[in-house]
């Protein structure tokens, strides 16, 4: 529910004598409810959750990291080929050998 449709539902709510108070208490309190559900359905409702997504982070971190070192690997090995190949290329091939 978008925030304007909440403020116009707490509006009529206000126009047809209930407390704003109360309005914005019930919709604190729905916005909690469906909180809890949403973490409920994805396996997140529990004490160890937290921690499950502390791990999942750190792991998620270590792929990128993985990742950017193997695409730097990657690089200098391109470039020390090119440099071998222009050595040979410029007939300096004694050298490389």
């Known amino acids: 529910m978008s925030a ?10 206000s126009a047809g004598g209930a407390d704003l108070a ?12 469906a909180a809890t ?3 409920t359905r994805l396996g997140l ?10 791990e999942l982070r750190a792991l998620l971190t270590a792929w990128r990291d993985a990742k950017r070192s193997a695409w730097k690997a990657l690089a200098g090995w391109i470039a020390a080929a090119l440099l071998a190949a222009l050595a040979v290329k410029l007939g ?6």
């Open 37 to 39: 559900r949403a973490l």
């Open 45 to 54: 409702a529990d004490d160890e959750a937290v921690r499950d997504v502390a």
């Open 4 to 13: 304007g449709i909440l403020a116009q539902l707490i509006a009529q709510g």
């Open 22 to 33: 109360t309005l914005r208490a019930i919709a604190e309190e729905a916005g909690e409810l």
């Open 92 to 97: 300096f091939g004694q050298w490389v050998r």
